[in-house]
């Protein structure tokens, strides 16, 4: 049998995140650790790259995520925000990253609603990234971008680190 650590992909975050039926805490904590240091650097690369279609899917996505009440249902406008996001950073590696990140989040949706209201009910953060990247300014887009994602992926974490302890 090869080491997945060494032979395996991206695509393998999912399964490994739910192996044996129950989370994988340390496989949660990277996925997390990842999505911190991973949407500050796309964000920077869509301001700088951006397409002028963009920052109106921006605000259509945060506006989505101001009107609607369901929890779950504003994780998945969020997502919406970064696959735009994604999509204008034009990396096919931070796609593929993004791809493998979101498939591995969206089957835990709905256990994690209340945890990542910390991030979803900050929409005046979601709109300091969207003004960053429509002024083209890729140190603000990343910096603002970090501000939104630190704090719930912190929390997570120590969620995380007090199930482990």
């Not at 506006?63 to 994604?86: C, I, M, N, S, Y």
Request: aromatic fraction near 4%.
């Amino acid at each position: 049998m090869r080491d997945i650590r060494r032979s395996g992909g991206l695509d393998l975050l999912p399964r490994l995140l739910f192996a044996g039926g129950e989370i994988d805490l340390a496989v949660a904590r990277s996925i997390l650790e990842a999505r911190l240091h991973v949407g500050p650097k796309i964000a920077e690369l869509a301001a700088r790259r951006r397409g002028p279609t963009l920052v109106p899917q921006l605000e259509a996505a945060v506006q989505a995520l101001k009107d609607d009440g369901d929890p779950v249902a504003r994780q998945r406008h969020a997502l919406t925000f970064w696959e735009h996001v994604t999509d204008a950073a034009d990396s096919v590696t931070f796609r593929l990253m993004f791809n493998s990140l979101r498939a591995a989040y969206e089957p835990a949706l709905d256990a994690l609603a209340q945890v990542m209201a910390t991030e979803v009910d900050r929409t005046c953060a979601y709109d300091a990234v969207v003004a960053a990247i429509a002024d083209a300014d890729a140190d603000a887009a990343h910096s603002r971008a970090e501000a939104l994602l630190r704090p719930a992926t912190e929390a997570l974490i120590e969620v995380i680190n007090q199930l482990e302890g």
